[in-house]
């Protein structure tokens, strides 16, 4: 049986026993307080929480989820995993224990015919329930029930802050002595290979809250957690998960590109195993829009590509190649997940990106950890090691062993403290980034229910207020329905008033701190406002229309995206406001202006086409029939929202649009820039900004031309002439140039000497110091000894610069001498030795002053 047709043989049993197939969530999850789907319980959290009636009480799926806290066994042992496929079968207070138990043996020995025999089962240490019925109700003999504890067989809570949890009861599969350790102690739960756990049955029956305390929920739950891989592997009668039909394609197409065979080097076994695991990962998470990147999800995804790559390194490549097994990933996967299929090309293209990236700073990294090395360090400090990871991508594993091969050590415990404070900062950053995970808001979802969104069909309503939130000058209101958008998708909030007799609220923003919920930021002008009070809602139209036509611009500009640039374009953000929008998207160098300019120019025509723009509510599954775009790793639910630009675009989209695109006036780009690797972002506006940003661009050439002293008509020949001019200036500078260096010549002829030391007296008017200071220079080279004294009438000042040569400045100082001519002169100057610059008041004695200077040097020298 092949691992894509046992996931199918689950799925189709529990369909068969009347549960809901839900599909496998993203592994980004919606709940802010996970980075990761880790349970095909996460996506469920929800259900088995709730009070109200839900519209189905049993589930069956098959989830794909990432782990890291086994990172460093994965490899090392047959059975962890980054990545992996949990089945599952869920009852949110429909059946529990006795029901889970009897479907789970059903499944296990009539359909998939494992020996009864080899089947050993563990129970939480008091769950006397679960005995009893795995014991009389299955019949399994008493000795093959063991009793396990807290660690083992009390499952959950999934996140940190509290949730569904419970006992558990675990089937476990016994391989026969020979994979056993032979200890007489040796049973399931023990670490060795004899005792093989593969499903878990959690029986959710408490609800953990944040101080660890465990309310018991109203109606008990199943969540049951079945690794397929580990399945294969037992059904496949091979030794480890990668050896089954899952896994081991990526082990064969690794050991051709290295030329290492499986099972030949213990070592080289372990890389090729966490190799195959992270492919699969970085396949997965990029598929659902996971970049690589310094912080949060993206950090993680970063860490294992280059841990890969560096195990790729040590069986001998030096240069990319996980990007060639995205493709192996897919065609084992495509199946069940056909979105691999479009994406390849794109996580394959991220993928190479990273491994270039990384392939440098790898080596950069070598180069800094030798310089330690050569500075005679005993020990590499673990801030060191830490600097080397983080900034080089280097990881500790390769710091370590290259620090060995020169009898170094690395301080690990150090290093440790480094990377738990910065796992911290990572955890604390990702916990403050959602207001969603506090409980102010659940607690009003629990008692008022969803609001009602009105606003895609009506912009006024009268509303009835359920709850006032105070928060010093914050506040809040909640209605029962209204018209007003939460910021969402990437489209701002409305904003408008709320009114009632006496009463005036300004609404200055609306959000979702949670989906369900949308909350208005109001401003009280006038009146008090009380729960159940009525108010009348108007969004303030102008707003909403700016908005709107931005998002249907959005939806515009990425059909012309694609159209220009090809279909691997993938959104992956968006912010759209009154003012302009901002589309982040997958693309790999820089837009060429032709095409930048080509894309404005399409979507220009399509709004000239006035193309109708429609909403169509539907089910996922109609969706995926229409081939509209949906976002990259987002999740929707049952019923989702279709937005259709008449025969060129279709998005799966909540926002809020126009109804055709002539509304849009027109299309301007006005920015686009590069925002992370392989992400592009263009930022555009449309309607009456795109109008303004003619005007300014129309206020600007007006200004120009003012400043020009022409009109905005001649502005264009205004400044060909300038241009010209300019040259023909540059011009004239090279000729003076020339000139004054023909003129150093003449200029020497003024030459004379005082007791064999040379003197050249020069008058050159109209120069500044500098000036002077350079032409100084020049003579100097010329002269070879002596002093220079330069003085220039310039801007009704007389500036003066004296130069002695270094062989004589001991007997003659450049500063002394500047102070005779400053006496004479009038004015204030100074300086070195060598060097000494004044600015004199009287001109008209300049010619005197330097006529007298061989008589000053003398006087001197006297
Ligand atoms: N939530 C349990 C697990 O993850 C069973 O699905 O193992």
């Known amino acids: 049986?092949?691992?894509?047709?046992?996931?199918?043989?689950?799925?189709?049993?529990?369909?068969?026993?009347?549960?809901?197939?839900?599909?496998?969530?993203?592994?980004?999850?919606?709940?802010?307080?996970?980075?990761?789907?880790?349970?095909?319980?996460?996506?469920?959290?929800?259900?088995?929480?709730?009070?109200?009636?839900?519209?189905?009480?049993?589930?069956?799926?098959?989830?794909?989820?990432?782990?890291?806290?086994?990172?460093?066994?994965?490899?090392?042992?047959?059975?962890?995993?980054?990545?992996?496929?949990?089945?599952?079968?869920?009852?949110?207070?429909?059946?529990?224990?006795?029901?889970?138990?009897?479907?789970?043996?059903?499944?296990?020995?009539?359909?998939?015919?494992?020996?009864?025999?080899?089947?050993?089962?563990?129970?939480?240490?008091?769950?006397?329930?679960?005995?009893?019925?795995?014991?009389?109700?299955?019949?399994?003999?008493?000795?093959?029930?063991?009793?396990?504890?807290?660690?083992?067989?009390?499952?959950?809570?999934?996140?940190?802050?509290?949730?569904?949890?419970?006992?558990?009861?675990?089937?476990?599969?016994?391989?026969?002595?020979?994979?056993?350790?032979?200890?007489?102690?040796?049973?399931?739960?023990?670490?060795?290979?004899?005792?093989?756990?593969?499903?878990?049955?959690?029986?959710?029956?408490?609800?953990?809250?944040?101080?660890?305390?465990l309310n018991p929920l109203p109606k008990g739950g199943i969540d049951t957690g079945l690794g397929l891989e580990r399945l294969t592997a037992i059904l496949q009668g091979v030794q480890s998960n990668f050896e089954t039909d899952l896994i081991k394609p990526i082990i064969n197409e690794i050991s051709l590109i290295t030329g290492v065979q499986y099972g030949k080097?213990?070592?080289?076994?372990?890389?090729?195993?966490?190799?195959?695991?992270?492919?699969?990962?970085?396949?997965?998470?990029?598929?659902?829009?996971?970049?690589?990147?310094?912080?949060?999800?993206?950090?993680?995804?970063?860490?294992?590509?280059?841990?890969?790559?560096?195990?790729?390194?040590?069986?001998?490549?030096?240069?990319?190649?996980?990007?060639?097994?995205?493709?192996?990933?897919?065609?084992?996967?495509?199946?069940?997940?056909?979105?691999?299929?479009?994406?390849?090309?794109?996580?394959?293209?991220?993928?190479?990106?990273?491994?270039?990236?990384?392939?440098?700073?790898l080596n950069t990294g070598e180069e800094l950890l030798n310089q330690l090395i050569e500075k005679g360090e005993k020990k590499i400090s673990g801030k060191d090691a830490f600097k080397l990871y983080d900034t080089y991508g280097f990881p500790l594993e390769l710091t370590k062993e290259i620090a060995q091969e020169r009898n170094i050590t690395v301080d690990e415990n150090e290093f440790k403290t480094e990377l738990e404070k910065q796992q911290h900062q990572a955890r604390t950053a990702w916990k403050g980034s959602g207001e969603s995970t506090n409980d102010i808001y659940h607690t009003l979802l629990n008692k008022y229910k969803t609001t009602e969104f009105l606003g895609y069909e009506t912009l006024e309503s009268d509303s009835t207020i359920l709850a006032i939130l105070k928060n010093n000058d914050n506040i809040e209101i909640l209605l029962d329905k209204t018209p007003f958008y939460g910021e969402s998708g990437g489209q701002v909030g409305d904003t408008g008033t709320l009114t009632a007799d006496g009463i005036n609220l300004d609404v200055i923003n609306t959000y979702k701190p949670i989906p369900e919920l949308i909350i208005h930021k109001v401003k009280i002008n006038k009146g008090n406002i009380?729960?159940?009070?009525?108010?009348?809602?108007?969004?303030?139209?102008?707003?909403?229309?700016?908005?709107?036509?931005?998002?249907?611009?959005?939806?515009?500009?990425?059909?012309?995206?694609?159209?220009?640039?090809?279909?691997?374009?993938?959104?992956?953000?968006?912010?759209?406001?009154?003012?302009?929008?901002?589309?982040?998207?997958?693309?790999?160098?820089?837009?060429?202006?032709?095409?930048?300019?080509?894309?404005?120019?399409?979507?220009?025509e399509k709004i000239l086409e006035n193309l109708c723009v429609t909403t169509k509510e539907m089910s996922i599954k109609e969706a995926r029939k229409e081939k509209v775009i949906a976002l990259f790793g987002e999740k929707y639910g049952e019923k989702v929202r279709m937005v259709e630009i008449d025969k060129i675009s279709k998005e799966l989209c909540g926002g809020t649009h126009i109804k055709a695109t002539g509304e849009l006036g027109s299309f301007k780009i006005i920015g686009e820039e590069s925002v992370a690797a392989g992400v592009r972002r263009i930022t555009a506006v449309t309607g009456m900004p795109a109008y303004k940003m003619v005007l300014k661009t129309e206020e600007l050439i007006e200004t120009i031309a003012l400043k020009l002293k022409t009109s905005s008509t001649d502005i264009q020949q205004k400044i060909e002439q300038l241009l010209q001019r300019n040259k023909s200036q540059e011009k004239e500078i090279e000729n003076l140039k020339?000139?004054?260096?023909?003129?150093?010549?003449?200029?020497?002829?003024?030459?004379?000497?005082?007791?064999?030391?040379?003197?050249?007296?020069?008058?050159?008017?109209?120069?500044?110091?500098?000036?002077?200071?350079?032409?100084?220079?020049?003579?100097?080279?010329?002269?070879?000894?002596?002093?220079?004294?330069?003085?220039?009438?310039?801007?009704?000042?007389?500036?003066?610069?004296?130069?002695?040569?270094?062989?004589?400045?001991?007997?003659?100082?450049?500063?002394?001498?500047?102070?005779?001519?400053?006496?004479?002169?009038?004015?204030?100057?100074?300086?070195?030795?060598?060097?000494?610059?004044?600015?004199?008041?009287?001109?008209?004695?300049?010619?005197?002053?330097?006529?007298?200077?061989?008589?000053?040097?003398?006087?001197i020298l006297h």
């Open 530 to 604: 009380t729960e159940e009070k009525k108010l009348h809602c108007i969004v303030n139209k102008e707003y909403r229309n700016a908005i709107a036509r931005h998002h249907t611009a959005t939806h515009l500009l990425q059909w012309a995206l694609r159209e220009v640039l090809g279909t691997h374009i993938t959104q992956s953000g968006s912010l759209v406001s009154s003012e302009s929008l901002r589309f982040d998207f997958t693309h790999f160098s820089a837009i060429k202006p032709n095409e930048l300019k080509r894309i404005e120019e399409l979507a220009n």
């Open 1 to 213: 049986m092949t691992g894509n047709e046992i996931r199918k043989i689950f799925l189709e049993f529990f369909k068969s026993k009347g549960h809901r197939f839900v599909p496998s969530d993203s592994l980004v999850p919606k709940d802010p307080t996970l980075l990761f789907t880790s349970a095909g319980m996460v996506q469920f959290k929800p259900m088995f929480l709730a009070t109200e009636k839900l519209e189905y009480s049993t589930a069956v799926s098959c989830q794909k989820c990432f782990r890291t806290p086994d990172l460093e066994r994965v490899g090392h042992t047959i059975r962890h995993h980054t990545f992996f496929e949990m089945l599952g079968n869920f009852s949110f207070g429909d059946y529990f224990k006795k029901e889970a138990i009897e479907y789970a043996w059903e499944f296990v020995v009539d359909v998939l015919k494992l020996p009864k025999d080899d089947l050993w089962i563990s129970i939480y240490l008091d769950d006397n329930e679960a005995y009893e019925i795995w014991k009389k109700t299955i019949g399994v003999p008493e000795n093959r029930i063991i009793r396990l504890g807290k660690e083992e067989n009390f499952w959950g809570p999934v996140s940190t802050e509290g949730g569904p949890c419970g006992p558990c009861s675990e089937i476990y599969i016994d391989f026969g002595p020979k994979y056993g350790c032979g200890k007489a102690s040796c049973k399931p739960g023990c670490e060795c290979n004899r005792f093989e756990e593969f499903w878990n049955l959690v029986f959710q029956q408490y609800n953990q809250d944040e101080k660890g305390i």
């Open 738 to 859: 020339t000139r004054l260096a023909g003129e150093g010549e003449n200029l020497m002829s003024k030459l004379t000497s005082v007791e064999g030391i040379n003197i050249l007296p020069v008058r050159l008017d109209g120069m500044d110091i500098n000036s002077l200071r350079k032409i100084g220079d020049s003579l100097k080279t010329k002269i070879k000894s002596g002093i220079i004294i330069l003085g220039s009438a310039n801007e009704n000042k007389a500036n003066l610069v004296v130069m002695v040569t270094s062989d004589i400045s001991a007997k003659l100082q450049a500063d002394k001498i500047i102070k005779e001519f400053v006496f004479m002169l009038g004015g204030s100057g100074g300086g070195k030795p060598e060097l000494a610059q004044a600015g004199c008041k009287d001109i008209l004695k300049l010619d005197v002053a330097l006529n007298s200077a061989t008589e000053i040097i003398k006087k």
């Open 265 to 361: 080097n213990k070592d080289f076994d372990v890389h090729l195993r966490i190799i195959a695991d992270h492919i699969r990962a970085i396949t997965f998470l990029i598929s659902d829009g996971v970049l690589p990147s310094n912080d949060g999800r993206g950090y993680v995804l970063r860490r294992i590509l280059r841990r890969a790559f560096r195990f790729g390194k040590l069986m001998g490549l030096d240069k990319p190649f996980l990007y060639t097994l995205v493709g192996t990933v897919t065609n084992i996967m495509k199946e069940s997940y056909p979105e691999l299929t479009e994406r390849r090309e794109n996580i394959s293209k991220i993928t190479l990106y990273e491994e270039e990236r990384f392939k440098e700073t």
